[in-house]
């Protein structure tokens, strides 16, 4: 079946770096667009991105991008996305989602579980 | 950026219930509207893409209707497995995808 499995939790102090994985399995990874949702505790969904794998397209979302990288490794069917710059503001879970596109419209289904990511001093 | 409304912000409602939540465009999107569940602790689930196509495998209680900028998410008839928060998410403009805040549906 279709799957995204995300990396482990982790916890980063103010300043750091964070890189989330998300491995893709059970259809064409190229074939579809990767984007990456987060979600403060207790608080809504918030759209990050969007990358393609099959050609490495992207498209950040204007609050994230000039601290958000979001690459693909074709090879293991693997999406990362790097958050740099980190402050108490950016404590969140961070889903991976599969989008797919059907004529102008498109949704994500399904999600990876998850990664919780702290920060804190 | 499209801003997402949804009313009500959370309901109490019965096994059996009919539950109805709104979403509101702040600007027209046609059709290109999705509905997710939640449950605590998980990822979200798609129900509805594209206004009012019933994803594979969800069950036929749900159902998604509207166009322009109003539309409706309809449980028709409320199940203990239902208690969950549901996002909109608007699909018209994919270089700024935003979802509505949440409706959080308590049995």
């Known amino acids: 079946q279709v799957q995204l499995v995300q990396s482990g939790a982790e916890v980063k102090k103010p300043g750091a770096s964070v890189k989330v994985s998300c491995q893709a399995s059970?259809?064409?990874?190229?074939?579809?667009?990767i984007s990456w949702v987060r979600q403060a505790p207790g608080q809504g969904l918030e759209w990050m991105g969007w990358?393609?794998?099959?050609?490495?397209?992207?498209n950040y979302a204007q609050k994230f991008q000039d601290r958000v990288t979001m690459t693909t490794e074709t090879s293991t069917s693997t999406a990362y996305m790097e958050l740099r710059s980190l402050t108490s503001d950016d404590a969140a879970v961070y889903f991976c989602?599969?989008?797919?596109?059907?004529?102008?419209?498109?949704?994500?289904?399904?999600w990876g579980q998850g990664t919780l990511v702290t920060v804190s001093s | 950026d499209i801003q997402m409304t949804q009313s009500p912000s959370s309901l109490s409602a019965s096994v059996g219930d009919r539950v109805t939540i709104t979403c509101r465009a702040s600007?027209?999107?046609?059709?290109?509207l999705n509905w997710y569940q939640q449950k605590p602790g998980k990822a979200p689930k798609l129900l509805i893409y594209?206004?009012?196509s019933l994803q594979s495998g969800v069950p036929s209680r749900f159902s998604g209707s509207g166009s322009g900028t109003d539309f409706t998410l309809t449980i028709s008839s409320l199940q203990p497995e239902d208690f969950a928060t549901y996002f909109c998410?608007?699909?018209?403009?994919?270089?700024?995808?935003?979802f509505g805040p949440g409706t959080k549906v308590d049995i």
């Open positions: 990358i393609s794998p099959y050609n490495g397209n992207t």
């Open positions: 998410q608007q699909a018209y403009s994919s270089s700024s995808v935003t």
């Open positions: 989602a599969r989008e797919a596109f059907v004529g102008a419209t498109n949704w994500f289904d399904p």
């Open positions: 059970g259809y064409t990874f190229t074939s579809y667009g």
């Open positions: 600007q027209s999107i046609s059709t290109f």
């Open positions: 594209s206004a009012s």
